[in-house]
């Protein structure tokens, strides 16, 4: 015999799910938490993008193609910020750009870890064989140390900064 609680059965996941929702509807009609979100990704986005910048123009003055800027394949998959020919047009550089306000905490380069440089190295294969590309390839770091109003950002340009291959 088989007893049922109106015919349905007992699911305490369902209420524990419906509570969180609840929660996040009276959060969300307060808007502080999300306009705060939005603030800082919006912020933390627009600095990203004026470093991409910053550094295009600093290859391109050294004498770098520009061939892609924000790079990626297919969507929700790993991008390469920059895609550059070397000077002597020998190499295809794939270039990882890092900018910070201030390196106090932690050096912009040191953010690329192990699992960046597999993702960007991924991106990267594709990229190569998407174009049959036969020439040198080379990764670089360009860390960035400033913000929109500084006239003079501090730049620091590793070259071949690692290998994919290898990490």
């Known amino acids: 015999m088989v007893h049922t609680v109106s015919n349905t059965r007992y699911r305490p996941w369902r209420q524990a799910r419906q509570k969180w929702r ?24 627009h600095l990203g993008l004026w470093g991409e910048q910053v550094a295009a123009r600093y290859l391109a003055e050294r004498g770098y ?6 790079w ?20 295809v550089v794939f270039v990882e750009v890092k900018t910070r306000e ?13 699992r960046k440089m597999r993702r960007i190295g991924r991106a990267a294969d594709e990229y190569v064989k998407m174009l049959d590309i036969v020439d040198d390839l080379r990764f670089d770091i360009v860390a960035i140390v400033g913000s929109e109003g500084d006239a003079n950002p501090q730049i620091n340009h590793i070259e071949d900064a690692f290998n994919p291959l290898l990490v």
């Open 102 to 114: 201030d390196d106090v905490s932690q050096a912009p380069e040191d953010a690329v870890d192990m």
């Open 65 to 70: 193609v520009i061939m892609e800027r924000d």
């Open 72 to 91: 990626r394949f297919g969507r929700g998959k790993p991008d390469i910020d920059l895609i550059c020919k070397t000077p002597d047009g020998r190499a």
């Open 22 to 45: 609840d929660r996040f509807a009276i959060w969300n009609k307060t808007a502080t938490f999300a306009s705060y979100i939005h603030d800082v990704m919006a912020k933390h986005n």
